[in-house]
């Protein structure tokens, strides 16, 4: 890959935000939270809407989000955590591949997005692996994981990188990734008011 993945053209898949959890670490609905003068996840779709043609949302709670003006996505098979979140974002789309992440995640870089997406020829998961284990919910899957995790989900194996040893996945080890992220930021995810209060601090 030649230039920045920062500079690269678009996408030519979508990107989909999983917001059906319960934020029960939180204590109050996740998605909405401030920071940075907007929603947490009016900032992640804005990151994503910089590299990707589409963004949208998996989630039940539909209404919520029709000021964000993204689509939205009930899920397939609800009450299947991740994973579940993970099948929809599959199935939903037409596209080969889709860009999957949540919406508690607003420090996501455009260049590891890019470097991600630019990644996919012949594979139909691309991970960055982060302190030696994979970031799945800061990954791109393909269409050819749709049936591998229904059948996950069938059998009520729900963590999410269970169904990797059914596939083609291209591990992006991070003296790779790094040169995107050199912080890792995109990792950094808001689950409970202490990591909340830290991200306010970085923004």
Known sequence: MSGS???????CFPAAILAGGKSTRMGKEKPFL???GASLIALVAGALREYFPEVF???DETAAFVPLGLRVVPDVLPGNDSLGGVYTAVSATAASHVFVTAC???????????GLADRVEGWDVVVPI???YPEPLCAVYGAGCEAPIRSRIERKELKVVNFFDE???LRIEEDEWRCWDPEG???RNINTPAEYEAALKLG
């Open 104 to 114: 508690d995640m607003p420090f996501l870089q455009p260049a590891l997005m890019a």
């Open 34 to 36: 401030p920071i940075r």
């Open 167 to 169: 596939v083609r996945v």
């Open 57 to 59: 949302v998996i989630s």
């Open 5 to 11: 993945p920062a500079d690269a053209p678009k996408a």
């Open 185 to 187: 930021l995109s990792f």
């Open 130 to 132: 982060h302190r030696g």
